[in-house]
């Protein structure tokens, strides 16, 4: 696939409008819409914060077993060591942030990746109090 590389990718751009991706260990076609729909997207998400929050518990919780439990200080810690990393400040004592946080934690839980918060009586919403 290396050797094709260039002509797979104007093929694929200008016939499909796919991007073509090449790296050592994978081939990925990504196709982004220039356009973003009223249907794309989380509804309860209000900020684009939200978002880099949500993929910041998913990368958290990959790391994590349906068995492991952990506090919320543990994923604030990490996100917080994360964004710090890439020279974005955060601060916890933002109602807005914290905010963000929560819904993106509550959209996390709702996909099954965040259910040490239910096994441990924890809830993020009344639901699960």
Same mark, same amino acid.
């Given at each position: 696939?290396?050797?094709?590389?260039?002509?797979?990718?104007?093929?694929?751009?200008?016939?499909?409008? !796919?991007?073509?991706?090449?790296?050592?260990? +994978?081939?990925?076609?990504?196709?982004?819409?220039?356009?973003?729909?009223?249907? +794309?997207?989380?509804? %309860?998400?209000?900020?684009?914060?939200?978002?880099?929050?949500?993929?910041?518990?998913?990368?958290?919780? %990959?790391?994590?077993? %349906?068995?492991?439990? !952990?506090?919320?200080?543990?994923?604030?810690?990490?996100?917080? %060591?994360?964004?710090?990393?890439?020279?974005?400040?955060?601060?916890?004592?933002?109602?807005?942030?914290?905010?963000?946080?929560?819904?993106?934690?509550?959209?996390?839980?709702?996909?099954?990746?965040?259910?040490?918060?239910?096994?441990?009586?924890?809830?993020?919403?009344?639901?699960?109090?």
């Amino acid at each position: 696939m290396k050797d094709q590389y260039t002509e797979l990718r104007d093929w694929f751009a200008e016939h499909t409008g !796919f991007l073509l991706i090449l790296t050592r260990t +994978m081939a990925k076609l990504d196709k982004a819409p220039l356009v973003a729909e009223p249907w +794309m997207g989380f509804s %309860e998400f209000r900020e684009p914060r939200d978002y880099a929050f949500f993929t910041y518990a998913l990368w958290y919780l %990959e790391s994590k077993t %349906e068995l492991d439990q !952990f506090v919320l200080t543990d994923i604030v810690e990490q996100v917080t %060591e994360q964004l710090a990393a890439s020279g974005i400040g955060l601060d916890w004592e933002n109602y807005q942030h914290r905010l963000s946080m929560v819904r993106a934690l509550k959209k996390a839980q709702g996909a099954g990746r965040a259910s040490p918060y239910r096994r441990r009586g924890v809830g993020l919403g009344p639901r699960h109090a």
